[in-house]
């Protein structure tokens, strides 16, 4: 059975930092890319940054800079390291595999996690 567990979110103040956790289980880890999400409310979910197998890394342009994702493949987890955090970070962070559409796109290959709240106060 796949499992994606979230964990670290929390309330941080504008300007700090947190650092997430997710560990997978139930499917290969190491040769998979992996991905972070990010979902506010009444808003669409978001592709973060993605980590392949290599540890190459992508970010979106709103992170770019700001946060770092990692991955330790004995412990079959992907970190997100958050800095300088704004308020418009203030989300559920997920994570996921990422798998590639016919298209090309990369999108979410299983189903979701509970995801862990991350808040940015002012």
């Known amino acids: 059975q796949v499992q994606l567990v979230e964990s670290g979110g929390g309330l941080a103040q504008a300007g700090g930092s947190l650092r997430l956790s997710c560990a997978a289980s139930g499917f290969m880890f190491r040769i998979n890319t992996m991905a972070w999400y990010r979902q506010a409310p009444g808003k669409q979910r978001e592709l973060v940054a993605t980590i392949t197998s290599g540890s190459s890394t992508n970010y979106a342009d709103f992170v770019k800079g700001r946060f770092t994702i990692s991955r330790d493949n004995a412990k079959n987890t992907v970190y997100l390291q958050m800095n300088s955090l704004k308020p418009e970070d203030t989300s559920v962070y997920y994570c996921?595999?990422?798998?590639?559409?016919?298209?090309?796109?990369?999108?979410?290959?299983?189903?979701w996690g509970q995801g862990t709240q991350v808040t940015v106060s002012s």
């Open positions: 996921n595999k990422v798998g590639t559409s016919s298209t090309g796109r990369p999108y979410a290959y299983y189903s």
